[in-house]
Every structure is written in structure tokens, then in C-alpha cells.
């Protein structure tokens, strides 16, 4: 029996040590594989932990300060607007639309000031203030049609720029104060104080104080202009007629002579290359009007200035002054404008060299017989809200007179 149970020590000795040594392997594997999964687990919690830091953050409002007209409101997701009431709290998704003659008054979490003009839709693309990183602060919103100015404070330790989006593109915008106008061929924006960085195609174009950017409809042409842009075509008559068309106004049951329109070449001190040459030689003192006027259509909403600049001479007028009612001068310009709520208005400017008779000059400016001079009028004092330019007038008005002009620009921002 001895030698029986030695025999199957022997034997099972091997056999147990070589289980006792699968098992601590086995162990071994289990512990390095859960160690392993503990590691990337860590990690991952140290990434989420980390994205969490970086990118949380929470909505905050855009409130609407003011509304005056039909302004009107439409939360995320829904499909009706209902009436928008100053002190409400907009948010992520939301949108404020202001009707024909409407208007409203946007303030962001950073004290940005958005002056919504009438006939626009503005939306709150992403409201949001980083919980612990400021970099994750969001301020973007969306302008789908329309016109805004835009006013952007300082801020201490400011770590984000506001955003805009119009169907044509993108704009990061600093401190400072802006016109942003959103219509279908084009998006217009103007840097009166600060500076943007516009994305077009792969690109970034700054634009800096006293320029605007046009953004056309593909989203990739763009052209970067004075902040005042000339929106009248063929001023200088380089193209002669071209975009003009002419017109004479008569006396009524008084037959005379019409007026006359020409483009010359003027060789005097100070002219232009070339000019509109209005005259007319009256046979019987009846009163006529005779020029050019070319259509606009430009939108002017929320327009900081509005220019007439010209090149002018006068050479006759038979009435002195402004004429018999102060509306008969050898050269007037005339701008024809729509306001807010779609009502007509009208500047005239006249232009005489003597009035030895006195007669009434409630429109007219005195300037020197003969000689080119340099005038400019800014228009926008003298109008209240205007929407739109319709067009321009240029004439000549009484019973005899010559004068002539070049160099018309009609400029807005």
C-alpha cells in the first residue's frame, strides 16, 4: 500500500502543480486585461471629462427690448407666429419678423444691440455661455432677408466674436457698429467702427472702419467698396445716355419751344471730361422743365447717410432767383424716396447765381456764374426713415437757361 500511494503522488504531484500554474497565468491575464479596460476607461472619462470642460455650456436669452408696429414671433419648431411683446426672452431656434413699417430691438447676453428694420426676419442661430470655458460661448444669429444695424460693445477679457448668417455667407464681427442689409442678389454689410472677417468659399476677407463688402448670390464673388457706395450708373456720362431718360415738361396752353439735353466735353478750369448740358432759349416766357432722371430702387433701410455730390455750372437763367414761387431754378436736383410705412419723399435742391429781384429761394443755394463748382448735400438730416431710393431727377426749370453737370453721385452706406 506504501508503495501504491507513493506511486500516486508521484503521478498527481505534476499535475497539480501544473493547474496550480495555468491558474496563476490565467489570473495574471485577468488582472493585466482589467487593469487594461480600468486604463482606457480612464482615459476615455479624462477625454469626456476634458470635452465636457471645453465645450459645456448654457443658453441663454436675447431679449426684445422693443417693438413698434407688427412684430411678431415664432418659437423653435413651430409653425405659427404669434404677436412678439417687449421684455420676452428669445432663444436657440426662435424668430423675430417685422412687417412692412414694423421694427424691433434685439439685446444679446453681451450687450450687442440689434436694430431690427422693417420687412426683416432675424433668428437666434446659438445663444450659449461656456460653464467652464469661456471659448465655449456662442453668439451667432441668422438675417434671412433685410436690413439691421448692428451694435457690438467692448468687454473686458471678451474671448467670442459675434457671428451673423445670410443666405450668401458668413460674418464674424468685433466691437463696433454695422449695417447689414440681406436682399435676394446680394448681401451688403458696412463697417462704420470696427472690423469683420467674412468666409467666402475657403477664404476669410476682413474688411475694415469705412468699407462694405457686396457678397453676391453664389457666395463666392465679392467686392469690397467705399462704405459709401455710389448706387447711380453713368454719372460721369462717359457712357453718354446710357441709363437715363430724358424728359420735358411744359407749360400748359402756352405753346413754346421744348428744352434741350446734350452730353459735351467741358474745357473749362475744374470741369469733368464730360457733362449733361441742359438749355433752353423760350420765345414766349412760358415755363418749362427739361432733363434726365434715371431709376434706383436701392434700399436704404437703416441708412446712416445718404450723399448727393456734383460737379455744376450755371451760364443764364432769365429769373432771377428761384423763380416766380421759388421753384423755377436754371439747374434742380431731385431724389424721390419711400419711407418705412411706404409713404413718397421728395428733396430738391436748386441752384442760382444772382437774384437782383428777390424772388423767393426756400430750396436754392447760390453759386458763383461760369465757374465749376463742387457741391454735396447730405440727404439724410432731411428725411425721416427712408426704405428705399426710387430715383433721380436732374433738370433745368424756368423760361431761359443753360447749366450743365458732372461728376453726379448719389452715395449711400
Given at each position: 500500500m506504501s508503495f501504491g500511494a507513493s506511486a500516486a503522488e508521484s503521478v498527481l504531484r505534476p499535475r497539480v502543480l501544473r493547474t496550480n500554474e495555468s491558474m496563476r497565468r490565467t489570473t495574471s491575464l485577468v488582472v493585466a486585461c482589467a487593469f487594461a479596460l480600468w486604463v482606457i476607461l480612464v482615459v476615455e472619462a479624462s477625454f469626456w471629462a476634458s470635452g465636457v470642460l471645453r465645450d459645456s455650456s448654457a443658453a441663454v436669452p436675447t431679449v426684445l427690448e422693443g417693438a413698434s408696429g407688427v412684430v411678431l414671433y415664432r418659437e423653435a419648431g413651430d409653425s405659427k407666429e404669434a404677436s412678439a411683446e417687449p421684455g420676452m426672452q428669445v432663444f436657440?431656434?426662435?424668430?423675430?419678423?417685422?412687417?412692412?413699417?414694423?421694427?424691433?430691438?434685439?439685446?444679446?447676453?453681451?450687450?450687442?444691440?440689434?436694430?431690427?428694420?422693417?420687412?426683416?426676419?432675424?433668428?437666434?442661430?446659438?445663444?450659449?455661455?461656456?460653464?467652464?470655458?469661456?471659448?465655449?460661448?456662442?453668439?451667432?444669429?441668422?438675417?434671412?432677408?433685410?436690413?439691421?444695424?448692428?451694435?457690438?460693445?467692448?468687454?473686458?477679457?471678451?474671448?467670442?466674436?459675434?457671428?451673423?448668417?445670410?443666405?450668401?455667407?458668413?460674418?464674424?464681427?468685433?466691437?463696433?457698429?454695422?449695417?447689414?442689409?440681406?436682399?435676394?442678389?446680394?448681401?451688403?454689410?458696412?463697417?462704420?467702427?470696427?472690423?469683420?472677417?467674412?468666409?467666402?468659399?475657403?477664404?476669410?476677407?476682413?474688411?475694415?472702419?469705412?468699407?462694405?463688402?457686396?457678397?453676391?448670390?453664389?457666395?463666392?464673388?465679392?467686392?469690397?467698396?467705399?462704405?459709401?457706395?455710389?448706387?447711380?450708373?453713368?454719372?460721369?456720362?462717359?457712357?453718354?445716355?446710357?441709363?437715363?431718360?430724358?424728359?420735358?415738361?411744359?407749360?400748359?396752353?402756352?405753346?413754346?419751344?421744348?428744352?434741350?439735353?446734350?452730353?459735351?466735353?467741358?474745357?473749362?478750369?475744374?470741369?469733368?471730361?464730360?457733362?449733361?448740358r441742359i438749355s433752353r432759349e423760350s420765345a414766349i416766357d412760358a415755363h418749362n422743365e427739361t432733363g434726365l432722371r434715371q431709376s434706383i430702387g436701392a434700399d436704404v433701410r437703416g441708412a446712416k447717410e445718404i450723399v448727393v455730390e456734383a460737379l455744376v455750372k450755371l451760364d443764364f437763367a432769365s429769373l432771377s432767383g428761384g423763380g416766380y414761387l421759388g421753384s423755377e431754378y436754371p439747374l434742380m436736383m431731385r431724389v424721390r424716396l419711400r419711407d418705412a410705412r411706404g409713404g413718397d419723399q421728395v428733396w430738391t435742391q436748386g441752384l442760382f447765381y444772382e437774384n437782383p429781384e428777390n424772388r423767393p429761394t426756400p430750396i436754392g443755394d447760390k453759386v458763383e456764374r461760369g465757374v465749376w463748382t463742387t457741391v454735396r448735400y447730405d440727404l439724410t438730416a432731411r428725411l425721416n426713415q427712408p426704405s428705399s431710393i426710387e430715383l433721380i431727377e436732374i433738370s433745368g426749370a424756368g423760361h431761359t437757361f443753360d447749366a450743365s453737370i458732372g461728376d453726379i453721385k448719389l452715395l449711400v452706406d
Open positions: 436657440d431656434g426662435d424668430e423675430i419678423v417685422t412687417r412692412f413699417g414694423s421694427r424691433a430691438t434685439l439685446r444679446a447676453f453681451d450687450g450687442s444691440i440689434l436694430d431690427v428694420l422693417p420687412d426683416t426676419r432675424v433668428s437666434v442661430t446659438a445663444a450659449r455661455i461656456g460653464r467652464f470655458n469661456p471659448s465655449a460661448t456662442r453668439a451667432w444669429f441668422a438675417v434671412e432677408g433685410g436690413a439691421i444695424r448692428l451694435s457690438i460693445p467692448q468687454m473686458l477679457d471678451k474671448q467670442h466674436t459675434l457671428n451673423l448668417v445670410t443666405p450668401h455667407g458668413a460674418a464674424a464681427f468685433v466691437p463696433g457698429e454695422y449695417t447689414v442689409r440681406v436682399a435676394p442678389d446680394a448681401t451688403r454689410i458696412s463697417v462704420w467702427d470696427g472690423r469683420i472677417a467674412a468666409a467666402i468659399g475657403d477664404a476669410f476677407v476682413e474688411v475694415g472702419p469705412e468699407q462694405k463688402i457686396v457678397i453676391g448670390p453664389d457666395r463666392l464673388t465679392y467686392r469690397v467698396v467705399d462704405v459709401l457706395e455710389n448706387v447711380l450708373l453713368n454719372g460721369d456720362f462717359a457712357s453718354r445716355f446710357l441709363g437715363w431718360q430724358p424728359w420735358d415738361d411744359r407749360e400748359q396752353g402756352r405753346p413754346d419751344v421744348p428744352g434741350h439735353v446734350d452730353i459735351v466735353e467741358p474745357v473749362e478750369a475744374n470741369a469733368p471730361s464730360r457733362a449733361l
